[in-house]
Every structure is written in C-alpha cells, then in structure tokens.
C-alpha cells in the first residue's frame, strides 16, 4: 500500500509566500511523474505543475515565475513553493503520483487528501 500526505497548507494574505509537502509512503522502489494540482469551489480540478523523475518540470500558465515544483527521490518527497500569492490561487491542493513502482508492482493514479490554501486580499 502506498499513500501520499501533504502538509504546509494555510491562510495567508495576497503576495505572501507558502511551501507545501507530500511524502510518499510504502514499499516504494520508485516514482514517475509528481505533481500539484488544485480545485477551487465550484471549479474543476486544474494542474498547477508537475516534475518527472529526472527533475523536468511543466507549470500552469497561470502559476508560471511565481510557483517552482522541487522534488526528492531519495526521500518520495515533492514540493510545491509558492510566492506572490493571489487570492484566486485559493484552493484545495492535492498531490499527486501518476506511477509509483512498488515491491508489489505498479500502482497507477495516487493522490494525497489534499491541503487548503486560502489567500485573503
């Protein structure tokens, strides 16, 4: 079994900074592709950046020389540092891993329980 769990959510006021966690945990030998992704009320969930395993990086347009996607592979372990925060970037912000290569074989689509982010103006 392997899970992700995000940490480093809060509210804060436009233009502030926050940094969030997700640490995979379980048998894990590898991962693929992480990513943060978020949805805001009444909203789809929408990509906000994602990193491969050799460290190549992909941002949402709208998140672009504000967020930078950093990760660990010794540690199964992505963050996300956001600065210059809006208060349209509110929203739940989840991880995600779309393969994880465990002792017991490839696990597809694992997602964190998500952390809010709440930025007042």
């Known amino acids: 079994q392997v899970q992700l769990v995000e940490s480093g959510g809060g509210l804060v006021q436009a233009g502030g900074s926050l940094r969030l966690s997700c640490v995979a945990s379980?048998?894990?030998?590898?991962?693929?592709?992480m990513g943060w992704y978020r949805q805001a009320p009444g909203k789809e969930r929408e990509l906000v950046a994602t990193i491969t395993r050799d460290g190549s990086t992909n941002y949402a347009d709208s998140v672009k020389g504000r967020f930078t996607i950093s990760r660990d592979n010794a540690r199964n372990t992505v963050w996300l540092q956001m600065n210059s925060l809006k208060p349209e970037d509110t929203a739940v912000y989840s991880c995600n891993a779309n393969a994880i290569l465990s002792t017991t074989g490839w696990v597809i689509g694992t997602w964190g329980q998500g952390t809010q982010v709440t930025v007042s103006s």
């Open positions: 379980g048998r894990i030998l590898s991962i693929n592709v």
